[in-house]
């Protein structure tokens, strides 16, 4: 079992950035793939980011590609998401998610993850 908390989230302008936290309680965090996702106001939770174990291996929706980046360190037991050139339809509650099939890097359903926190709002001003 493993429990995630969020942070990092805010208010911020459009083209600025942010960075997200994930911290895991827990001996076994790097047994587990991480995911980024979120939701916006009155629509479905969607993938974000992926990022496998040992960290060598990520995956980004395409709406994110080249502006955020998901890292981690297993020391720690943080996950990161780094978000820059922000957007308007970036706003949401952002949630970190674990996985522990960690044997397929393309896992984007939300329904294939194990854990969730609790999630961090987002605002993006246009």
Do not use: H
Request: proline share 1%.
């Amino acid at each position: 079992q493993v429990q995630l908390v969020e942070s990092g989230g805010g208010l911020v302008q459009a083209g600025g950035s942010l960075r997200l936290s994930c911290a895991a309680s827990g001996r076994t965090f790097s047994s587990y793939a991480m995911g980024w996702f979120r939701q916006a106001l009155g629509k479905e939770r969607e993938f974000v980011a992926r990022i496998n174990w040992s960290g060598d291996i990520t995956r980004y929706a395409d709406s994110v590609k080249g502006r955020f980046t998901i890292s981690r360190d297993n020391v720690k037991n943080t996950v990161y998401l780094q978000m820059n050139s922000l957007k308007y339809e970036d706003t949401a509650v952002y949630y970190c998610a674990a996985d522990t099939y960690i044997y397929d890097t393309a896992r984007y359903s939300p329904n294939r993850y194990d854990y969730w926190g609790q999630g961090t709002q987002v605002t993006v001003s246009s």
